[in-house]
């Protein structure tokens, strides 16, 4: 076990996905790691000294993982703020666990957004895209795959039962 507060290679990843966040990356992390399967909240580094966001004490970094991909969240203050330009795509198996997770972000803080994307109350974007919404949009009937993005297009939350549907006309 490494030490708290010591960084040694097998730590950090050698790619590693660093989100910014205003003082809150280690209630982000935990909230991913209840929410999401197979995350996890990791070490948690505290600031040596004062910075400009900061004091010396507090959570600077925190290193978790969100559905397997390691991430660092940095307590870097106001300065950026998360867009639609990063977001995590989660596949998701049945409508039940789409529901599950489309709710729990948008159920704590978060807001929904068009065509399966939503964002959490950290401003970060979650794209919640069931496999069957994937295989309907690569149907090699291209009717049906057209139909299926179609009907996605009016969405929010993605309607497995829906696309389905359009899918088969």
Same mark, same amino acid.
Request: with cysteine.
């Given at each position: 076990?490494? /030490? !708290? ?25 935990t909230f ?19 910075? /400009?966001?900061?004091?010396? $004490? ?11 991909? !390691? ?7 106001? =300065? ?8 995590? #795509? ?18 704590? $803080? $978060? ?17 919640i895209t069931? @496999? ?5 949009? =690569?149907? !090699?009937?291209?009717?049906?795959? @057209? ?6 297009? #009016? ?6 039962a829906a696309?389905?549907?359009?899918? @088969? $006309?």
């Amino acid at each position: 076990m490494v /030490p !708290p507060n010591t960084v040694s290679r097998n730590t950090i990843s050698r790619n590693t996905i660093c989100l910014w966040y205003d003082g809150t990356a280690l209630e982000a992390a935990t909230f991913y790691a209840e929410t999401f399967p197979d995350s996890a909240v990791g070490e948690i580094f505290r600031a040596p000294a004062d910075y /400009p966001s900061g004091q010396q $004490g507090d959570v600077l970094t925190v290193l978790f993982t969100v559905a397997g991909l !390691p991430c660092l969240g940095l307590n870097g203050g106001p =300065a950026f703020q998360h867009s639609e330009a990063f977001s995590f #795509q989660i596949a998701t198996d049945d409508q039940a666990e789409t529901d599950r997770l489309w709710n729990a972000i948008v159920g704590n $803080g $978060g807001e929904e957004s068009a065509c399966g994307w939503c964002k959490d109350k950290w401003g970060l974007s979650w794209q919640i895209t069931p @496999r069957a919404l994937t295989a309907a949009i =690569a149907d !090699p009937d291209r009717a049906a795959a @057209r139909r299926a993005f179609e009907a996605m297009m #009016q969405m929010t939350r993605i309607d497995i039962a829906a696309i389905e549907a359009a899918r @088969r $006309g």
